[in-house]
């Protein structure tokens, strides 16, 4: 009588690599690293919108975003955190997406023979939404933080002087509101699938679920916008 012989199973693979491995890893993760970065835009523009109040309340709100947690924290270690947390959240975001995008034209080597109709303009543009939001993102550092490429004289701890410097030239107006519409697109299309791929949407919720990606675009969009449209019509100056 022979016997059996054991067949050996490939190791299993470690459960946080095997979830990474798999599509809807993917998603998830660019769903959760979408979120944190909308919570992020939402505080941001509530901030942004301060220079309507004056230099002197929106560079103490700069001053205190250095300051948060004192005494407990040092000098800007509460911005650092958030700092580390919004790059991790945009390497997670742009990986899992590069990586989504190379796996579907894997998956289908030919491209479609009629383009589906009822696709969106955010749906179709959503991979170069992203490209463009990621190099203003560059710009917008390079602008307002590190002063690198910011027109005229740079002032350390006077943003309020340097967002009127920047929306004072044609370029930098050009480049931050295009950089807004392709934010607004992204947000629109990205929350909606974001519930989908959590689990939250479902055909009773479609309606409000919609309802709330288009109002945030809107008002992100809008409250961004409202910015350098204040400074070139010298509501802001």
Do not use: C
Not at 96 to 105: G, T
Not at 192 to 199: C, I, K
């Amino acid at each position: 009588m022979a016997l059996a012989t054991k067949t050996e199973r490939p190791p299993a693979a470690p459960p946080t690599r095997g979830f990474w491995a798999s599509t809807l890893g993917k998603k998830t993760v660019m769903a959760v690293s979408g979120l944190t970065m909308l919570a992020y835009l939402v505080a941001h523009v509530a901030g942004n919108l301060k220079v309507f109040f004056g230099p002197e309340e929106f560079n103490g709100y700069a001053h205190w975003l250095r300051t948060m947690g004192a005494p407990v924290l040092h000098h800007e270690w509460a911005l650092w955190a958030a700092r580390i947390v919004l790059v991790a959240a945009v390497v997670a975001h742009a990986v899992s997406a590069y990586q989504l995008s190379r796996r579907d034209l894997r998956a289908r080597p030919t491209a479609y023979v009629h383009k589906r109709r009822r696709a969106s303009y955010a749906t179709r543009t959503m991979r170069w939404g992203g490209v463009v939001v990621g190099l203003f993102i560059v710009w917008h550092i390079l602008d307002l933080t590190t002063g690198t490429v910011h027109p005229g004289g740079f002032q350390e701890g006077r943003p309020y002087e340097n967002v009127v410097d920047t929306f004072s030239t044609w370029y930098g107006n050009v480049i931050y509101i295009v950089a807004m519409l392709a934010v607004g697109l992204h947000v629109r299309h990205g929350f909606w699938s974001a519930a989908q791929t959590l689990g939250v949407g479902n055909a009773r919720r479609e309606r409000v679920l919609k309802a709330t990606a288009n109002g945030l675009a809107l008002l992100l969009t809008a409250g961004f916008v409202s910015v350098p449209v204040a400074v070139m019509t010298g509501v802001v100056s």
